[in-house]
């Protein structure tokens, strides 16, 4: 027998159970699709920071390879997905950092001959990046070779960086050492340190280095240093023939702690300081008194240097530059721009030569000689009194065509 109410009580239900249905399907489909899409555009944020990332790896080792003083970057290994109320995440991705295998650097001279270009060893490393998304499946190779950094796609190859490999008559060439490996979903850190170096002056070299970028990306980036005839690439390394006489110079960077052969030294950590040609390293450098400048003007300061030379011949001085400066912050202290070379330290005489920061070499004359197996001082009278934490390097070129590059702290 019919009563009034069965109808909208069976509607009722029907409609609860429609709605749940609905509910489900709905959550369904955002599993299915929308949990992804989410994760796709997290993981595909996280492959754009990520180059961010791999720049300043790349800053960090030419740094350290330049200044002689060691830094640091960061790599974000992998990304974490938002915190769901509805739907469920996948495992978290995971990224990895290292570098590769051994390549060889190799540098030849007009007539062929190899030459002893690198401190240490010629054995090098590129650094890489890979990460294992969930959904972001076409995600770029990182990669630092050779100066450069990159995003290596299947098809294509994105760079993030210019390059530093040839600059006017300098090749610059870094050996990356030992290996290194990170695995993971934190943060990797990457601690490059500075070790040996070695700067020589060679006649039209032919420079060879392994590399995974192809002919047309080193064309173009030597392009207005090189001409594209003489960049070749074959079998994963680079080739670059360059006319007349350039510095070739070769430090040796470690990517966990001091690199083979030692660290070359941060400012005051006791390190050794890299021997220069032959048998000519750097002892010390420290801060004398205030010397006398004209009238009316600021007084000059002076900074001694000891150098020793091991070998039983003299090394003569021909060229001197400061290719780089660090001034400590201090309150009022205008800037250094420049000093004056002498040969004798106490109180400076003989002078041989003015030295702009960042400039040039210019040639020092008469030219400095280090006698052999002994000690000897020169003196830098700068225009502004140096500071204990402040720090320089000084590049000297011998009368055989090398050259010494000497990384000064002061005390």
């Known amino acids: ?61 030419l740094d350290a390879k330049r200044t002689g003083r ?13 915190t769901r109320l509805f739907g469920i995440n996948p495992p978290p991705p995971t990224g990895t950092v290292e570098t590769t ?3 060889t650097i190799e540098v030849r001279d007009q007539a062929n001959s190899l030459v ?45 960086s210019e390059q530093k490999l040839v600059e006017g008559r300098t090749v610059n060439l870094v050996v990356l050492q030992p290996e290194f490996s990170e695995t993971g979903t934190g943060v990797a850190s990457f601690e490059p340190r500075p070790g040996g170096i070695v700067e020589r002056r060679v006649n039209s070299p032919t420079v060879t280095v392994p590399t995974e970028l192809g002919e047309d990306d080193w064309e173009g980036l030597l392009d207005g240093e090189v001409d594209a005839g003489d960049v070749d690439v074959t079998d ?22 001091a690199p083979p052969g030692g660290g070359r030294g941060d400012a005051g950590d006791g390190d050794v300081n890299p021997a220069g040609p032959g048998s000519v390293s750097f002892v010390g450098g ?27 011949e003299d090394a003569t001085v021909t060229e001197a530059r400061i290719a780089f400066y660090y001034q400590s912050p201090q309150p009022a202290r205008a800037d250094i721009t420049e000093a004056d070379l002498y040969d004798s330290p106490t109180p400076p005489t003989n002078f041989r030569a003015n030295l702009v920061i960042l400039n040039p070499a210019v040639e020092v004359t008469p030219p400095v000689v280090f006698e052999g197996d002994s000690q000897t001082d020169i003196s830098l009278r700068f225009d502004v009194r140096p500071h204990q934490n ?7 070129t011998f009368e055989d065509g090398r050259t010494g590059l000497y990384f000064v702290s002061m005390s």
């Open 236 to 257: 994963g390394e680079l080739t670059v023939e360059l006319d007349g006489v350039h510095t070739v110079s070769c430090g040796v960077v470690g990517t966990r702690g």
């Open 390 to 396: 402040d720090f320089f390097v000084m590049r000297l």
């Open 101 to 103: 295998d051994n390549g």
């Open 70 to 82: 060691g830094t640091s970057a960061s790599v974000r290994l992998a990304p974490q997905y938002p």
């Open 116 to 160: 002893d270009a690198c401190p240490v060893t010629d054995q090098t490393r590129m650094l890489e990046y890979e990460a294992a998304y969930n959904e972001y499946r076409d995600g770029p190779t990182m990669r630092y070779e050779n100066t450069v950094a990159y995003a290596d796609y299947d098809e294509a190859t994105r760079l993030l």
């Open 286 to 312: 420290e801060i004398l008194g205030p010397g006398g400048g004209p009238p009316g003007q600021q007084a000059s300061h002076d900074v001694r240097l000891t150098f020793e030379n091991n070998a039983d």
């Open 1 to 61: 027998m019919y009563q009034e109410g069965e109808d909208s009580g069976v509607s009722t239900v029907v409609g609860a159970v429609l709605i749940l249905v609905i509910l489900l399907v709905l959550l369904s489909l955002y599993q299915v699709y929308g949990v992804p899409s989410e994760n796709r555009e997290t993981e595909f944020k996280h492959s754009q920071d990520v180059r961010g990332d791999f720049l300043d790896a790349r800053n960090a080792v």
